[in-house]
């Protein structure tokens, strides 16, 4: 269960960037049409989680039809797959949990030539979603260390449930 | 709040029904694809909830693409729309909420003339996801009667949220 929180340390490390910066890492893009990607699982990182402050939100990940079948076979993933993670705020009401307004997305795109020093994968994240809000500005550190652990399925941490 | 806890009061319903029958109230079947399809929210009904024990669970609502555009503009929804809630189980580590297996699928569709006296919607659930396992014998009175507050969005509790 551990690992499965560890998936997302990379937003961690992300959202611990207070700059938005007009250097991102890499020339990545928030995807178009993700909400209609496959949809890999969801995770809520609540109130009682050390990782709250920096992780709260309910997590949905989608993975594009490029690495569908990779993630049932638990990888590796060809070029051009791209894994989004659609952060949202949430609220609780009498014991059930709300979804809210959009954090941000992070992104991950496979491109074993381009990405090679990251394990072959671009990492991003955007404010709120806003293509004009990159904040990774250097994905080794503050993405790519914490996917490392997960060699054995390609780097992603995502695990396909039927 | 009060009335987004409302929006699976249809799935409390179906879900207090004990017996798996074998004279489901029409002939829904479940999707193929569902995952996707447009991602229209995620809820959580937690243990905290009084609906826990019937209605427990992640819950993630697709649309398919012939409803999309109706939800962004709220309804009404025309012929062969199909709402889908993949119910799964979750478990809870560190103060992270984490997907589990699948406990069922509600699917409503639309077809005016034919589900008439239901609002223009049919309605069923399938137990575990198993189109051998319909659990809905009366959609007016199991599911139908929950949906009658929401007539001015076309009898859809889900919004759409950007």
Chains 1, 2 share one sequence.
């Not at 209609?36 to 990782?51: E, G």
């Amino acid at each position: 269960m551990r690992q499965k929180v560890q998936l997302f340390s990379v937003t961690l490390a992300v959202l611990v960037m207070t700059s938005v910066t007009a250097e991102p890492a890499d020339d990545i893009k928030p995807p178009m049409g993700y909400r209609n990607w496959f949809h890999v699982n969801t995770m809520i990182v609540d109130k009682a989680s050390p990782l709250f402050d920096t992780l709260g939100g309910m997590h949905n990940v989608h993975v594009n039809s490029v690495g569908e079948a990779a993630l049932k076979k638990g990888g590796p993933y060809p070029d051009r797959t791209v894994f989004v993670t659609d952060l949202h705020e949430f609220s609780v009401s009498d014991g059930s949990f709300v979804m809210g307004n959009r954090k941000g997305l992070a992104v991950m795109v496979k491109d074993a030539k381009k990405y090679a020093a990251t394990g072959g994968w671009g990492f991003q994240f955007f404010a709120g979603g806003d293509p004009k809000k990159p904040v990774v500005t250097d994905a080794a550190k503050q993405c790519f260390e914490c996917h490392v652990p997960k060699k054995d399925q390609d780097y992603v941490y995502s695990t396909y449930i039927p």
